[in-house]
């Protein structure tokens, strides 16, 4: 091993598909001191027995992006390097049997075509035409995607390798990373082993692209990597003569996917119920290895398949494969800098599509490695979105064992999971369930989505359609329109900032002014140098030397990582206290009534005017009130210590019955902020969405003095905006909106709906989008005939850039 260097740019650790993909594009980018360290062969994880599905459209426009990437890359590297990748793009069909599984995929079409992706809905016999074996008896519908394909993946790998070490970069096989080196909260070197020798190097950077090891190797330097390894089946037919090439097929209804290849047929599951392993580790020799068979767990999946490709009934099985893939709480994998350590990067837990996202991801880590932000945002992907709890092995062997079936599992909107729950609760978990709560789960924090009246099932019935929770939700939303709710926002995360420097600190990360009086709430947002959005929060001021920051519960971990990670020479300290307070919501024009009847301090507007904060009494206790609201009405967020929670909610529960008090769950949360048009951090605002363009430009004051994004605000003043944030409000008050339909001007596709939901007050599902608008005005961005299109329907819609409830806020004022 005297050929490893001393010293390193970065370490790559894992030798898959990811990791020569992040060896590939960093050296494209000009890293030339690149060491890719795999503890035994490349591809020997899982790489190697992958289906090569390549598959273009994702559940977003960036990831499409990247899935668009990787095909594109696949089909010229072969001619770069001269390894064969075996891509060809032979396109694809999903089949419905259902309705609902209809409406799922030709949604899926009209988001294909807002990104730019070939697609087309086609009948069940256009559908056989293209696939003659294929049983059409019971299908509903079916589209299809020209130019996905399918491809070898140990051969990609060996490919992204051979052009990562063109450009200089050393990859080196049999080498195993022991440790990842740490001085002053950052990566300085690795150890490593070969079995024979053992050395160092010195480097600043380390990825983690150990795949189903990443999580045990991550935990090793306190990294938090939720994943955890599942059985994969598929089986590979013999040879069926005179079988002709194929496009891929899914048939999710079925949990089934088909691929032809070199005359044989491999079809492939991701069942209902999968089988998590390695829960005890993996041991040291695993090195393309197969696991063992389980047919009586893959026969239900060939019953339904011999009925659908009838010739599988007497094609001979060739091989029946079962192998190791990783999978994540949420199904989507891990990218970018670990917040426990500076220098720590991650690019695993792909959840079977590692083939189709390496190419991308690759691209995308290094180009973020590279310049030390994101290419674009990255937030569904974020390593940054993890929670430390997640990598119990408990909680991870119940919840992958419903995400793998999730891959094809009908993807309704709304849906929860129901493995692993419970783990974050609030103090008034209980009581609110005893009271019909339905719960939710972000972040593994249980949260009311809806309450059930008496007598109603405490369960979702799931739907493209309205949910049996509809009902209530329109009568939770009438009851904080005209009367007054209640909400337990007890999982916002909570961010104390305290010291000398808290206020210069906060004034040089936040846009807006927040060197106010304590007592004092400020709307902001934290930009980056770009003047995109990194964090949507509100700042209190406590004190002269203290602020609370409050921020989404799902959003918190990477709130918490950037403030920390913008922290120089300021002496500020920065506290999580989310678990110390209890936030107790009551919204609706009768809630000043309501408050009065269990606090003596005065509540007036000229007393306690909108956008501040004060101590109360509360009840028999002390609460710190905020006067603010997410859903467009007068009222407060009651912040109270976590052991007087249930006293206080009794308290406010007492006093509302004279009021005909609502509890609300967060459906009804998110139905009354779209009308108001307030924006949602990760749909609406992200860190690609210029503050200006999301109409946020009343909460940043550039003449407060520098701060980040400050250059990027007055650029774009003076060059005026591409685009702009769009309120819509569909006319037809039947059809729902969700996100991701697309926003139809002048018939031409112009963007997505980012967010939607059901404007009970307004008469009709309500959206938000961009819409471009360079040079232009106001006016004529509205003079447009817009309409958003759901699954091929196009349904009109009025527009607006002013909030369509309440534009002049006289409501929350009163």
Not at 273 to 293: H, S, T, Y
Not at 557 to 576: C, G, I, P
């Amino acid at each position: 091993m005297t050929n490893l260097p001393a010293k390193a740019r970065v370490v790559i650790v894992g030798g898959g598909v990811s990791g020569c993909s992040v060896a590939y594009h960093l050296a494209k980018l000009g890293w030339t001191d690149i060491v890719l360290l795999e503890r035994k062969k490349l591809t020997s994880g899982t790489t190697w027995h992958a289906a090569g599905l390549i598959g273009q459209l994702r559940a977003s426009q960036n990831m499409t992006r990247l899935a668009k990437y990787s095909a594109d890359l696949y089909v010229r590297l072969e001619e770069e390097t001269g390894v064969a990748t075996g891509m060809r793009q032979c396109g694809s069909i999903t089949v419905a049997l259902t309705p609902e599984r209809r409406e799922e995929i030709y949604r899926q079409a009209t988001l294909a075509r807002a990104f730019g992706v070939d697609v087309a809905e086609i009948s069940p016999e256009e559908a056989k035409a293209m696939y003659p074996h294929l049983n059409i008896g019971d299908v509903v519908g079916a589209v299809h995607l020209p130019l996905d394909g399918q491809c070898d993946p140990a051969n990609i790998a060996m490919a992204l390798a051979k052009g990562a070490r063109q450009r200089g970069a050393q990859i080196v096989e049999d080498v195993k990373v022991t440790e990842v080196l740490q001085r002053d909260g950052r990566v300085s070197g690795v150890s490593w082993t070969d079995g024979n020798e053992s050395g160092t190097i010195e480097t600043d950077m380390v990825v983690n692209c150990g795949g189903m090891w990443g999580r045990d190797f991550a935990a090793r330097s306190g990294v938090t990597l939720p994943l955890h390894a599942c059985e994969h089946f598929y089986i590979v037919t013999e040879a069926i003569p005179d079988l002709q090439r194929l496009p891929v097929l899914r048939v999710p209804d079925e949990c089934a996917y088909y691929k032809e290849d070199a005359g044989k047929m491999l079809l492939g599951a991701f069942e209902p119920k999968a089988k998590p392993w390695g829960m005890n580790g993996i041991r040291e020799d695993f090195c393309f290895d197969q696991l063992p068979d389980d047919f009586d767990h893959f026969e239900p999946i060939l019953e339904k398949a011999i009925n659908r490709m009838p010739m599988l009934e007497t094609a001979g099985i060739h091989t029946f494969f079962n192998g190791p893939e990783s999978f994540t709480p949420d199904d989507r994998y891990y990218l970018g800098e670990a917040p426990e350590l500076k220098g720590y990067w991650v690019a695993a837990g792909y959840n079977s599509i590692g083939i189709v996202s390496s190419g991308g991801a690759g691209m995308a880590l290094a180009q973020w490695m590279n310049d030390g932000e994101p290419p674009f945002d990255l937030w569904e992907v974020d390593i940054r979105r993890a929670h430390s709890f997640q990598k119990n092995r408990s909680y991870l062997r119940e919840r992958v064992s419903e995400t793998l079936g999730l891959l094809y599992a009908d993807h309704f909107p709304y849906r929860q999971m129901a493995t692993s729950r419970g783990v974050r609760r609030s103090p008034l978990h209980a009581v609110l369930r005893d009271e019909g709560a339905v719960f939710g789960e972000v972040a593994g924090f249980e949260r009311p989505n809806w309450f059930a009246t008496q007598g109603q099932e405490h369960e979702y019935r799931y739907s493209w359609k309205r949910q049996n929770w509809f009902g209530n939700q329109a009568a939770e939303h009438k009851a904080v329109r005209e009367n007054v709710g209640f909400f337990d926002m007890s999982s916002f995360g909570k961010i104390r900032v305290e010291g000398r420097d808290a206020c210069r600190f906060l004034q040089r990360v936040c846009a807006n002014d927040v060197d106010v009086k304590a007592g004092r709430i400020v709307y902001t947002q934290m930009l980056n140098e770009r003047g995109g959005i990194e964090s949507d929060l509100t700042v209190t001021r406590l004190s002269e030397t203290a602020y609370l920051l409050v921020v989404p519960v799902a959003t918190f971990t990477r709130d918490l990582s950037w403030l920390r990670k913008q922290l120089r020479d300021e002496f500020a300290v920065l506290t999580d206290v989310s678990a110390g307070e209890a936030v107790l919501v009551v919204q609706g024009p009768r809630s000043r009534e309501l408050l009065s009847r269990v606090t003596p301090d005065d509540l007036s507007h000229e007393a306690f005017p909108f956008g501040t904060a004060r101590e109360i009494e509360l009840g028999m206790g002390l609460a710190r009130a905020h006067r603010i609201s997410y859903v467009g009405e007068l009222g407060w967020e009651l912040y109270v210590p976590s052991d007087q929670a249930a006293h206080a909610f009794e308290a406010i529960r007492e006093a509302g019955r004279e009021f005909d008090l609502k509890l609300c769950g967060i459906h009804t949360l998110d139905s009354c902020r779209i009308e108001k048009a307030y924006r949602h951090f990760g749909h609406d605002i992200t860190d690609e969405d210029h503050v200006l363009e999301a109409g946020l430009g009343f909460a940043v004051k550039t003449k407060k003095g520098d701060f980040i994004g400050r250059d990027a605000v007055l650029r774009k003043r003076e060059a005026g905006l591409k685009r702009r944030l769009v309120q819509f409000r569909l006319k037809d008050p039947e059809p729902l909106l969700f996100h991701n339909e697309a926003v139809v001007r002048d018939g031409r596709i112009v963007s997505i709906v980012t967010s939607g939901n059901y404007g009970h007050h307004l008469g009709g599902a309500i959206g938000m989008g961009y819409v471009p608008c360079e040079n232009q005005d106001e006016e004529e961005l509205l003079a447009s005939t817009y309409e958003i299109e759901i699954a091929g329907v196009r349904v009109p819609a009025e527009a607006s850039l002013k909030p369509m409830y309440d534009p002049t806020s006289s409501r929350i004022l009163a």
